[in-house]
C-alpha cells in the first residue's frame, strides 16, 4: 500500500510541475518584430528605480541599457529564419531591493523577398497557363499582391516556394500580358522586396481569307 501511495503522491507532483510549467511558459506576453529594425521598449516608471535589462543574442541595445533607464531601445539584427528572442528587466527600488524579473518573448522574422518569373505561348482563348512561378524568401506564410497587366489580385496565406500562379483564359489583343509583383509581406506583417516579371504571349485565331482565281 505504502509504494502505491508514494507512487500516485509522486505523479501527482510531476502533474502539478508540468501544469505549472505550462501555466508559465503560456503567461510569458509575446511580440513581433522585423529583422533590421530598432525597436524601443519600456516598463511604467516607479521614481527612484533603476531598471536592469537583458537581451538575447538577436538584438542590440542602442539606448537606455546602460543607464538601467525603464525604456530602452534595441536594434534586432539581420536573420534568415525566424528567430525566438527575449527581453528580461528586473526592477530595484530605492532602497535596494529587487523585484522579479519581467519577461517579453520576441519573434524576429527575416524581411521576405519574392521574384516573378515564367514565359509561355498561349493561342487565343486557350485556358491559361501554370508556367508562372514566384520564388519567396523568409519564413511563411506569405502574402503577395501580383498584377496580371490590367488588374492588382491578392493570395494570402502561401505556406510553400515557388508559387504557381494559375493564369485566367488570356485573349489577343493584345499580343503580351505581363505579370509584375507588387507587394510581399510575411505573417508579421514585414515587408519585403520584390523583382522579377512574367511574359505571356498569346496567338491571335488565323483568319484565312476566301480563294481569289488571279
Known amino acids: 500500500m505504502k509504494s502505491k501511495k508514494s507512487f500516485k503522491l509522486a505523479t501527482i507532483f510531476i502533474l502539478s510541475v508540468f501544469i505549472f510549467s505550462i501555466s508559465y511558459a503560456q503567461d510569458i506576453p509575446t511580440d513581433t518584430v522585423c529583422a533590421g529594425s530598432s525597436e524601443y521598449y519600456k516598463v511604467l516608471t ?3 528605480s533603476t531598471y536592469t535589462w537583458v537581451i538575447s543574442n538577436g538584438g542590440t541595445p542602442t539606448y537606455g541599457v546602460d543607464i538601467k533607464s525603464d525604456s530602452i531601445r534595441i536594434q534586432w539584427s539581420v536573420c534568415t529564419q525566424m528567430e525566438t528572442e527575449y527581453i528580461k528587466v528586473v526592477e530595484t527600488n530605492e532602497f535596494g531591493r529587487s523585484g522579479d524579473t519581467i519577461t517579453l ?14 514565359s509561355d505561348t498561349l493561342f487565343d482563348g ?19 499582391i501580383y498584377n496580371d497587366g490590367k488588374t492588382n489580385i491578392t493570395v494570402n496565406g502561401i505556406e510553400a516556394t515557388p508559387y504557381t500562379i494559375k493564369t485566367r483564359s488570356l485573349s489577343n489583343p493584345p499580343l503580351s500580358h505581363t505579370y509584375t509583383l507588387v507587394s510581399v509581406k510575411n505573417e508579421s506583417g514585414c515587408e519585403g522586396e520584390i523583382s522579377g516579371s512574367a511574359i505571356i504571349t498569346v496567338s491571335p485565331p488565323i483568319k484565312t481569307s476566301k480563294i481569289f482565281h488571279r
Do not use: C, F
Not at 518573448?105 to 518569373?117: G, H, K, M, N, W
Not at 491559361?128 to 512561378?133: C, S
Open 46 to 48: 516607479t521614481p527612484g
Open 105 to 118: 518573448q520576441v519573434l524576429r522574422y527575416p524581411i521576405p523577398s519574392a521574384i516573378i518569373s515564367g
Open 126 to 144: 486557350n485556358t491559361g497557363t501554370e508556367k508562372i512561378k514566384v520564388t519567396l524568401t523568409g519564413t511563411p506564410p506569405w502574402d503577395i
